[in-house]
């Protein structure tokens, strides 16, 4: 009897030994296999009544921390959203410069504050005049092609969530098919060790892109949530959605519902990820990158206004000036007014060689139209009329030299047979030249919405930069985002094809949200394809207003005390810098530039242009040297500077978050491969140690083959006896 037991034990062992064998042959093959954690053998003593009568396997082990895998996944997050964003500031970089750069913005609008300064040396330098335009052209090339690269990353990062939900969706697909194997060998009491290897890879894979909790039924399977909850892998995984867009521009934006969230079973999740390359693209498309392009079309659009308001004050000599295309967009010039203030504009006919050929005030011919009276208001109509008038009684016949163009222009066209000049110069009652003050009823009802300084200025008709944008997007200032109305008011809203619209009463309490839902909710609004969203930006946010078909629009406050002012609402500058280039005419004859002004002799009241004047010119390099007040936009916060300045802070900011990116990359790689190798040591093959039991198990498989060999030749023996 002891001999049979003596055989069952060696043959238990001689078969524990083969499987301890397996399992090594298992680590050592998988050594450099990715995700595949060591498998420990582990036996046990085998009792039958009380007695030992050898061995067996019990079960592979496998060697994981899973505290450690939790935290290495966190890493991973965290790392894969470091990891686009130091792409993306990179590549930003690459297109902005440096602030030390040569070929940064900053460093083109020196230059051509620079040429301005040289045209001021000699005004007569048709040389110098076509150095100035290049380097504006440059100026307006460049921020082109900043705003291009930033909506182009835009419309890529959108393309990237579209690949990588698909990516999430991939792998939720993997883990629940590993979750199923899972459960069916565990209830089979088969090893299941290998097939966790790959579902933990999957796993740690899927942190890549998302951040995610999980935990571990008793069944074997794993079940996914967002950080906020949401279901991801429950029995079956959720298919994520997001279809991306074919086309951007800096007016869209995902909260105005022109970028598709990432939606589970119809439900917009996509703020529920806070890290991974997910949540980083999603950044980038909605904060980052449009943080950016505020801030240069901020730049853009204060350049334009300031400079266009200089060289609207002049004009070009010995240049005649004949053509004159306005660029401010009337809908009813029928009803829409100007008020003019204190001061008077002189209306000045030139001759070829600079003396007076016609002389008139705007003032004189408005009130000539009405009785000898200055009336209160003119109309945009009005105002050709006495243009009209003006040039008529040059002519000596009725002429329609001045008209209102088909994009509702103020056009004026001086016919090349005349051998005259036209220019404008505001004047105080005095006769001091300084811009007057025009405020101008843009709804037609009621009184004035706005004010403007400048007669050439407001109509846009000597324009340096122009652009083509039509005043389709609306928006407020940044404010706080528990910003609040404090008294009542009424807005209008108009186009060219309906002035009046509708009209939204808003109230104490009422703040940028609900103001939104109120125009939303107006059905008028809606038929007419107008929506409003508020959009973040940097502290703050904006209430925005978009005219989705990209008609010329409207917005003016009908009654209350000034809420919109308060709020800074009015045609965006989204955009600003994609459209801003140099006036056509300017480029094709720099000797249209404004150089000097209209001056008064004192003695004979009349007007004269001379060849020396450099005062416009001065007048365009000194404001480059001027402290300008720019708004809070993107991350740059209101205040005072130069054209250069801000655009050195613009560049500063990238730079400076760039290398906070790439540090914190850095620090996040170093972090993760750290916990990776601890993980490693914990989980991974050690070849030294698996060759040493090798040897175990081979010794142990040959004492077992041993004591079968003995007890056989005993059995032989009592056979022997036997017969």
């Known amino acids: 009897m002891s001999i049979t037991l003596a055989l069952g034990a060696a043959m238990s062992g001689l078969s524990t030994a083969q499987q301890g064998l397996d399992s090594v042959a298992r ?19 085998q009792v039958l009544a009380g007695k030992g009568v050898g061995v067996r396997a019990k079960t592979l082990a496998r060697t994981v921390d899973e505290s450690l895998m939790k935290d290495i996944r966190r890493a991973a997050a965290i790392a894969g959203d470091l990891s686009v964003k130091t792409d993306y500031y990179g590549r930003v970089q690459d297109v902005f410069g440096t602030p030390a750069g040569n070929s940064s913005i900053a460093h083109t609008i020196s230059n051509l504050a620079d040429q301005f300064e040289s045209l001021a040396l000699d005004v007569s330098s048709v040389t110098q005049g076509s150095n100035v335009v290049r380097a504006a052209e440059d100026v ?13 990353l835009r ?10 939900v698909q990516s999430v969706n991939d792998l939720l697909e993997r883990i629940d098919t590993l979750n199923a194997q899972i459960v069916r060998s565990q209830n089979t009491f088969q090893d299941t060790g290998d097939l966790e290897d790959q579902r933990d890879q999957a796993l740690t894979d899927l942190a890549g892109y998302i951040d995610f909790s999980y935990f ?7 079940i996914i949530l967002t950080t906020s909850g949401a279901s991801l892998l429950d029995k079956s995984p959720v298919t994520l959605s997001h279809q991306a867009v074919t086309k951007t521009d800096a007016g869209l934006t995902y909260e105005g519902g022109n970028f598709n969230g990432i939606t589970a079973n119809g439900v917009d999740i996509t703020k529920d990820f806070k890290s991974g390359s997910i949540a980083a693209y999603v950044d980038m498309r909605d904060h980052t990158l449009p943080a950016m392009q505020s801030e ?27 053509s004159f295309n306005g660029t401010r967009t009337f809908i009813d010039t029928a009803n829409q007014s100007i008020s003019l203030g204190s001061g008077d504009v002189q209306l000045v006919l030139y001759n070829p060689d600079g003396t007076q050929a016609a002389q008139s005030s705007i003032k ?126 009424q807005i209008r809203f108009g186009t060219a094809a309906d002035t009046d619209i509708a009209r939204v009463d808003i109230g104490p309490q009422d703040t940028v949200q609900t103001i939104a839902a109120k125009i939303n909710a107006n059905a008028a609004l809606a038929g007419q394809n107008i929506t ?77 242009l001379g060849t020396g004047d450099n005062s416009i010119a001065n007048a365009m390099a000194k404001a480059f040297d001027t402290q300008l007040g720019f708004s809070e936009a993107g991350n740059l916060a209101s205040g005072k500077q130069t054209f250069s300045t ?74 022997n006896i036997a017969t």
Do not use: C
């Open 27 to 45: 680590n050592i093959s998988n050594v450099n296999t990715k995700g595949y954690t060591r498998k420990v053998f582990v036996q046990e003593s």
């Open 140 to 152: 307006a090339d460049q921020l082109s092609r900043m705003s291009s690269a930033v909506q182009d």
């Open 155 to 164: 419309l890529e990062a959108d393309r990237s969530i579209e690949s990588d």
């Open 216 to 222: 571990k039924r008793d069944s074997g399977e794993v």
């Open 296 to 322: 240069i079309d901020e730049l853009s659009t204060k350049m334009r206004e300031q400079l266009n308001a200089v060289h609207n004050r002049g004009t070009p000599y010995p240049e005649l000036a004949q």
């Open 364 to 489: 004189d011919e408005l009130a000539a139209m009405n009785g000898g009276t200055l009336p209160s208001a003119s109309s945009i109509d009005d105002v050709v009329q006495a243009l009209n008038n003006f040039f008529s009684d040059y002519a000596g016949a009725p002429v329609s030299w001045a008209a209102i163009d088909s994009g509702g222009h103020l056009d004026i066209q001086i016919p090349s047979t005349q051998t005259v000049g036209f220019a404008m110069r505001d004047e105080d009652t005095a006769h001091i030249a300084t811009d007057i003050k025009i405020d101008f009823n843009s709804d037609g009802a009621g009184a004035a919405d706005e004010s403007a300084s400048g007669f050439s200025n407001f109509f846009g008709l000597n324009d340096f930069f122009v652009d083509d944008r039509t005043h389709y997007l609306y928006d407020t200032k940044v404010v706080s985002g528990s910003w609040k109305v404090s008294t009542t008011s």
């Open 532 to 608: 409003a969203s508020v959009v973040n930006e940097g502290s703050g946010v904006r209430l925005r207003v978009l005219q989705n078909d990209g008609q010329e629009m409207v917005i003016t406050e009908t009654t209350g005390a000034g809420v919109l002012d308060r709020l800074g609402f009015g045609p965006s500058n989204s955009g600003a810098s994609s459209a801003l280039s140099v006036r056509s005419d300017l480029s094709t004859n720099p000797a249209l530039l404004s150089s000097g002004v209209l001056q008064r002799n004192a003695d004979t009241g009349q007007y004269t």
């Open 646 to 719: 801000y655009a050195s802070e613009i560049l500063s900011q990238n730079s400076s978050e760039a290398a906070r990116a790439k540090s914190q990359q850095t620090t996040q790689t170093t972090l993760l491969s750290s916990l990776e190798l601890k993980q490693g040591q914990i989980s991974g093959v050690n070849l030294d140690e698996e060759l040493t039991q090798l040897i175990i198990f081979q010794q142990a498989y040959s004492a077992a083959a041993r004591v079968i060999s003995t007890n056989q030749q005993l059995f032989d023996v009592l056979n």
